[in-house]
């Protein structure tokens, strides 16, 4: 998993609630994302960030919100608005300042649970 | 709508034999990446290829792209009971964007 952590690695989450997710590379990257992953698929985009103090939506950016103060760190918060919001969460990085020919370094993951 | 979609879903092999799985894409890319996933785990990097190259070799991998098919092979010799993960293509198609497929989960019998 390289330089890039996430935390933690479960999270269970009442509904209603906001929870919010970490994120944190010592790569020096400048590109973050977030992917969500549900079972027996691939990676849906939500959110990510080119470079310090700005971020993109991605395709599935709706109950969702990030920030991006610090290069090393790209929280991401779940709101009461997603309506399902049970999947497993992956934040990687990249060296370029997000074109699609960049490698993307993976954490490992956060597996968010409603009840 | 899904860029890469991998082929078969899944497969089944014991171990020593070769597994091959194959991508297809819908529009023109810039490169094809590969992708491992253990279970429960973040993804794994293996292998770029890019429009213009035909073949590549990493270890026991094996990467082929045709770009007048839309279509890309991963290869992998020898297969070991560590080799059972799932594995993902990723098309770039230019610009920002990189594309996941659903993935094709490998299991390596020992």
């Known amino acids: 998993d390289g330089g890039i952590t996430q935390s933690p690695k479960y999270l269970f989450r009442k509904e209603g609630q906001n929870v919010t997710l970490s994120c944190e590379q010592n790569?020096?990257?400048?590109?973050m994302y977030w992917y969500r992953q549900d079972p027996g698929q691939g990676l849906r985009l939500i959110y990510y960030?080119?470079?310090?103090?700005?971020?993109q939506k991605g395709d599935i950016a709706e109950g969702y919100s990030v920030s991006r103060e610090k290069k090393e760190s790209f929280p991401l918060t779940v709101t009461s608005a997603q309506k399902n919001p049970t999947a497993f969460y992956l934040c990687?990085?990249?060296?370029?300042?997000?074109?699609?020919?960049?490698?993307?370094?993976f954490g490992p993951g956060t597996r968010l649970t409603v009840l | 709508s899904q860029q890469g979609e991998e082929d078969p879903q899944a497969l089944s092999i014991q171990e020593g034999e070769n597994a091959t799985m194959n991508c297809s894409y819908k529009?023109?890319?810039?490169?094809l990446q590969w992708y491992r996933q253990n279970s429960g785990r973040g993804l794994v990097h293996l292998i770029l290829?890019?429009?213009?190259?035909r073949e590549k070799h990493s270890g026991r991998l094996r990467v082929t792209l045709d770009t007048s098919k839309k279509s890309s092979s991963l290869l992998i010799t020898a297969s070991r009971a560590a080799d059972t993960a799932s594995y993902f293509c990723?098309?770039?198609?230019?610009?920002?964007?990189?594309?996941f497929g659903a993935g094709t989960r490998l299991f390596v019998k020992a």
């Open positions: 790569l020096n990257h400048d590109a």
């Open positions: 990687a990085s990249s060296p370029g300042r997000g074109v699609s020919t960049d490698t993307q370094y």
């Open positions: 290829i890019r429009s213009n190259e």
């Open positions: 990723a098309t770039g198609e230019g610009g920002f964007k990189t594309i």
């Open positions: 960030s080119q470079i310090v103090n700005d971020f």
């Open positions: 529009t023109s890319i810039n490169n």
